[in-house]
T-cell receptor, first 110, second 114 residues
Framework: QQQVKQSPQSLIVQKGGISIINCAYE??????FPWYQQFPGKGPALLIA?????SEKKEGRFTISFNKSAKQFSLHIMDSQPGDSATYFC?????????FGAGTTVTVRA | EPEVTQTPSHQVTQMGQEVILRCVPI?????FYWYRQILGQKVEFLVS????????KSEIFDDQFSVERPDGSNFTLKIRSTKLEDSAMYFC????????????FGDGTRLSIL
């Protein structure tokens, strides 16, 4: 059962552009939604997270938008930089475990 | 900044052999996790551990798998009789608390079964 669906699988954005990654979940019992950034050969690193009672959270150039009624949440990367080129995973938490999306590979062209 | 440390970074093992993957969680964290990532696939939950007990485990975590906190700092994952399909990247994670608390991941152990 695929509990968290993530799209797109990959995206290419120009330097300075906006990257948008979308996730949808099925289980309304999820109560915490983090985003992780992963570089090749490294483990997932927590980027930003949101709780379902909040509709938006911004940290620097990264913003999560959360739509509880639609069971969707998204990551926006503003002013994308070449150093943002990585794989991004959304996740959802319940019962001591994270369920991950399939990941989005973001490539920022200089 | 404190981090989760995993050893070895790469483990090559013959099919049928036992393997132990080691992790040192962040020192004041109380909850510990193992996840795995098969090449090209998403990260999958294996097991969570708190107060010397398994809190939750996935269907992947069958009788061939076990976890242990042998001392105050280490957290291990043992696979008793490895199979080819166990080849994956194994990540250890820890968090200060359960619920909506950040889980911090190590850089993983790449397990290759021959």
């Amino acid at each position: 059962q695929q509990q968290v669906k993530q799209s797109p699988q990959s995206l290419i954005v120009q330097k300075g552009g906006i990257s948008i990654i979308n996730c949808a979940y099925e289980n309304t019992a999820f109560d915490y939604f983090p985003w992780y950034q992963q570089f090749p050969g490294k483990g997932p690193a927590l980027l930003i997270a949101i709780r379902p009672d909040v509709s938006e959270k911004k940290e620097g150039r990264f913003t999560i938008s959360f739509n509880k009624s639609a069971k969707q949440f998204s990551l926006h990367i503003m002013d994308s930089q070449p150093g943002d080129s990585a794989t991004y995973f959304c996740a959802a938490y319940r019962d001591y475990k994270l369920s991950f999306g399939a990941g989005t590979t973001v490539t920022v062209r200089a | 900044e404190p981090e989760v440390t995993q050893t070895p970074s790469h483990q090559v093992t013959q099919m049928g052999q036992e393997v132990i993957l080691r992790c040192v969680p962040i020192s004041n964290h109380l909850y510990f996790y193992w996840y795995r990532q098969i090449l090209g696939q998403k990260v999958e939950f294996l097991v969570s551990f708190y107060n010397n007990e398994i809190s939750e485990k996935s269907e992947i975590f069958d009788d061939q798998f076990s976890v242990e906190r042998p001392d105050g700092s280490n957290f291990t994952l043992k696979i008793r009789s490895t199979k080819l399909e166990d080849s994956a990247m194994y990540f250890c994670a820890s968090s200060m608390d359960s619920g909506n608390q950040p889980q911090h991941f190590g850089d993983g152990t790449r397990l290759s079964i021959l």
